[in-house]
């Protein structure tokens, strides 16, 4: 019996090797025809080709290369970017240089190079990511070729450096990626199931690093990085993905759907058009076209993988590439990222992201001599967008002691903090409440010697700005900034109002506005050290309320009004009712929708009354409430509208763990 069983266990185990081996090579010809250019950039390919190999020395390097361990970007790494060329060229029918045996020649010298020398980064990211994945595709790209054998093991054992294991977000999917690649060149089973199954593991709703429950994206930290290494994550994902696509070790199931939640929810949501809030960038903010990532290769791929929501990834391919206007496809929501300390209000015809911090989260970073001037980048501030090009390259000039939305005293020299340092907000109030379609959020600033209680209510047509208790003891003016961003056409202005790139901004009360639509001057350089020194000149809309020195319980109040003329709004539309250090409220005359930020214990307009910090909104006869303080504690709330015959007393129990934050919602009829 015993021998029976294995005589019909051995051809399973044969099949099995086969299927395994025919999916290798199906992945492996995925990721050559995806590394493969199209016929314009293979002319292109083919004109550098032919100019960078006249140079290769012959001892397999490049005179312009330096491939010393101290060099800021890493200038080895141009020595595999180029190889990697000469390797697509090579297998690649429609090139000039296809199968041409100098070029086999030249790959082989320069790799032969590679490994001896062995370059090495003071960076750990070039030696554990850059180099073992760009190692791994071109020995994909010339599997099958008469490539040396010996020279292809000992460039796979190079590959092996950096452990998935030992990281989180990004990085962990980076490294699983050449692992991968590894294990397919290698038919290795035991490898692959390694390498999927960390390349997946951070689709998961996380409190560490990558998506969290709120599907914001966290990276170094508590830090929001739906760009930059968000980015990073959402391209690698689904490259991988892809490429596993319809075989046993495909993406699937939750993982899936979580996958897709965040690229349609979050990812998409915080684009506008062909750019991205600079909030979500991190300290990619200070790179040249940051904002503008471009391509939808990914997009495309989506589509496949995620079927059900194609239109949806049709759609935001249109605004991607500025085939279709930046309102296309876009549906009115409200998110309040509580992990994050985040809101996002998108209507078809504007988005705004609000962007704090608390203890709990950290300020946009400065590493690698990036976002050298990203000083109050994280206080307050909001990316304001209608078509999308509101601050595209804008940094190098920018203003940044007057980052839009920011109250904080106005400096000349910016000071830099320490690199890779966890800057953290200094109060624990800090978030908002949504019905997903309506919200309001707000931050009890208390940093730089300055206090200030601010607050967005957000509607369809207006987003009110209220600030309280603007009090400061530092020697600079205090600014409320309302805008920066690129100039954009004339600037209309009135008794009480200006108007600018059709968005109006209007001053209900007495206020010191300011205006300028200077030029401005700068250079890439002077925020990012990788970048160049070439002076830079841009004019630039900026709008800002002046509070003088130290003030004492100053305030402001302003709506941004996106796509609204100034003679035909209704000002009476929204009544601000409350605006102090202790209560922010506004009722919505024609929404009927009270939003009220408490920032302590107390009762508004003897109708509401609260025992405990939180923001609650009331819309057709529903409460919503949140504690941007995160508490767990119950909130006693009472309330006594008009039209209501007799209070409602509720007791709100709120969220607690990794929900801590979000809304919860109760039937006040």
């Known amino acids: 019996m015993k021998k029976l069983f294995i005589f019909l266990l051995i051809p399973l185990l044969a099949a099995s090797t086969l299927l395994a081996q025919s999916e290798y090579t199906t992945i492996l010809d995925r990721i050559r025809k995806d590394m493969i250019p199209d016929a314009a950039n293979t002319a292109r390919q083919d004109k550098i080709i032919t100019s960078v190999l006249m140079t290769l020395q012959k001892d397999g390097s490049w005179a312009d290369i330096d491939y010393g361990r101290d060099t800021r970007d890493f200038s080895a790494g141009t020595h595999l970017n180029r190889v990697q060329t000469f390797a697509q060229a090579y297998i690649n029918t429609a090139s000039t240089y296809h199968r041409q045996a100098a070029l086999l020649n030249g790959i082989t010298s320069a790799l032969t190079y590679w490994d001896e020398k062995d370059p090495q980064s003071w960076n750990w990211y070039h030696n554990q990511i850059f180099s073992p994945q760009h190692l791994g595709e071109i020995l994909i790209l010339l599997e099958g070729t008469s490539f040396p054998k010996e020279l292809r ?134 790179r040249l076209n940051a ?19 194609a239109q949806e990834y049709e759609a935001a391919i249109g605004r991607n590439f ?6 296309y496809g876009v549906k009115a929501n409200h998110t309040q990222y509580w992990r994050s300390d985040y809101a996002t209000h998108t209507r078809p015809g504007y988005f705004i992201g609000v962007h704090g911090t608390s203890p709990r989260t950290a300020k946009q970073e400065n590493g690698n001599d990036e976002n050298l001037k990203g000083y109050y980048l994280s206080d307050g501030s909001y990316s304001l967008n209608t078509t999308g090009g509101e601050y595209l390259n804008i940094f190098p000039v920018w203003d ?73 003891t530092a020697r600079e003016n205090i600014y409320t900034t309302v805008n920066q961003c690129l100039l954009a056409g004339k600037v209309q202005k009135g008794k009480q109002w200006f108007t600018h790139n059709g968005i109006s901004y209007y001053f209900p009360s007495a206020a010191n506005v300011q205006l300028s639509t200077a030029t401005q001057t700068g250079d890439w350089y002077s925020i990012n050290k990788n970048g160049i020194k070439d002076p830079q000149r841009k004019e630039v809309f900026k709008l800002w309320i002046d509070h003088g020195q130290q003030p004492k319980d100053a305030s402001y109040v302003y709506y941004i009004l996106p796509g609204q003329d100034m003679a035909s709004y209704n000002a009476k539309a929204v009544s601000v009712l409350q605006n102090t250090a202790d209560i922010q409220a506004v009722y919505h005359n ?44 119950p909130v006693q709330v009472s309330i006594q509208l008009p039209g209501m015959q007799q209070p409602r007393h509720i007791t709100c129990n709120m969220p607690s763990g990794a929900f801590a934050g979000g809304t919860m919602k109760y039937d006040i009829r």
């Open 590 to 633: 024609s929404l009927k929708i009270w939003q009220v930020v408490f920032y302590k214990a107390g009762t508004f307009n003897n109708q509401i009354t609260v025992d405990r910090p939180c923001v609650l909104m009331i819309r057709d006869n529903k409460l919503s409430i949140a504690d941007p303080t995160q508490s767990d504690s």
């Open 400 to 472: 940044w002691s007057m980052i839009p939305g920011t109250t904080v005293p106005y400096i000349t020299n910016i000071p830099i903090r320490k690199a890779w340092g966890f800057n953290f907000g200094t109060t624990p109030f800090c978030g908002g409440v949504s019905d997903s379609l309506y919200g309001a959020a707000a931050l009890d600033f208390s940093d730089y010697n300055t206090q200030a209680r601010k607050a967005w209510f957000f509607f369809d047509e207006e987003v009110v700005c209220l600030g309280a208790g603007i009090t400061s």
């Open 322 to 327: 500025g085939k279709q206007p930046a309102s």
């Open 153 to 286: 093991g000992r460039l796979l054992q190079q590959m092996e450096r950096g452990d998935p294991r030992k990281w989180t977000g990004a990085n962990k999917l980076d490294i699983a990626t050449h692992y991968i690649y590894r294990a397919c060149l290698t038919a290795n089973d035991t490898l692959m199931q390694l390498g999927v199954s960390e390349a997946f593991y951070p689709i998961r709703l996380t409190t560490e690093e990558g998506i969290q429950h709120d599907y914001s994206y966290q990276q170094h930290g508590a830090q929001l990085y739906v760009y930059g290494y968000g980015a990073v994550f959402v391209e690698g994902e689904t490259r991988i993905a892809y490429y596993l696509r319809g075989t046993s070790y495909a993406l699937s199931g939750e993982q899936l759907d979580i996958f897709s939640n965040f690229v349609r929810n979050t990812f998409l949501k915080v684009r506008r058009g062909k750019t991205v809030d600079y909030g979500t960038a991190g300290r990619s903010i200070s």
């Open 291 to 309: 904002l503008a990532p471009g391509g939808t290769a990914n997009l495309q791929k989506l589509k496949e993988l995620d079927p059900g929501h």
